[in-house]
């Protein structure tokens, strides 16, 4: 999932941070105010990283992401923040993920549009559990089950793999790997999310940008758009129907 043009999705992520912002106002003050230190897991260009600082003006954020051409945008984006944030590598499918705060845990995770792009969650959960204090916050919203269906659908016409990029995952197994991470006082719930077009070529510069980039990054540029525009059009209006799953829970 590292093959992102950060430029191009910073332009057309505008509903991502929309969410972000949302899933931003569900972190308890009571855990983020002061000098509390949250990780950004999967922070992407930077845009809801920058709502965290904004909001909490004493907390300092570890923003994480697996790709570099994200991580040079964020680093650009927070740079006026200074110490208060450190933009780092982050797969969260890699043990590594113990390591990036030297150790100490944080206060909060936050995560938006990334858990996705992961395959297997229950490790995931683990990893996130071991890098929070006991009490500590893992607020995130990822796509869930049933999201971006129809143009994961005519991906499959095409002949296009994106299962090896993709789990979008349900509400009951969700609860179930965060209760066996040693999670308390878990939530989990969908949420239809659609995202309509003003017209085609919005649709087609979206899905460049976004849903479709990992699986067509290997791909020669007058390929991708030709893929893109297959989809637009398939899709008979211009509207993506995402599902988002969003996850509320604390350490034990």
Do not use: K
């Not at 993709?166 to 999310?193: I, K, Q, S």
């Amino acid at each position: 999932m590292s093959a992102w043009d950060a430029r191009l999705y910073d332009v057309v992520a505008v509903p991502q941070q929309i969410w972000g912002e949302e899933v931003v106002r569900r972190l308890p003050p009571e855990v983020c105010a002061g000098p509390a230190v949250v990780l950004d897991a999967g922070c992407g260009s930077g845009r809801v990283t920058e709502s965290v600082l904004g909001r909490f003006p004493d907390a300092t954020v570890i923003a994480g992401d697996v790709s570099p051409s994200m991580r040079e945008r964020a680093q650009e984006r927070l740079a006026r923040y200074g110490d208060r944030v450190r933009v780092v590598p982050l797969d969260l499918e890699d043990d590594g993920l113990l390591a990036v705060n030297d150790g100490r845990p944080f206060d909060a995770v936050l995560s938006t549009g990334a858990f996705h792009w992961v395959h297997d969650h229950a490790a995931m959960y683990r990893r996130l559990a071991a890098v929070l204090r006991p009490g500590g916050a893992l607020v995130a919203q990822c796509g869930g089950d049933g999201s971006v269906a129809g143009v994961r659908a005519i991906v499959d016409e095409l002949g296009i793999d994106w299962r090896r990029f993709n789990r979008y995952a349900g509400t009951e197994e969700t609860l179930g790997w965060l209760r066996d991470a040693g999670f308390r006082d878990v939530w989990a719930w969908l949420a239809p999310e659609p995202v309509d077009f003003d017209e085609r070529e919005a649709v087609v510069a979206y899905l460049l940008g976004g849903v479709l980039a990992p699986y067509v990054a290997e791909r020669p540029a007058g390929e991708q758009r030709e893929i893109a525009e297959t989809v637009a059009d398939r899709l008979g209006e211009p509207r993506v129907m995402f599902v988002r799953l969003n996850i509320l829970a604390r350490r034990g």
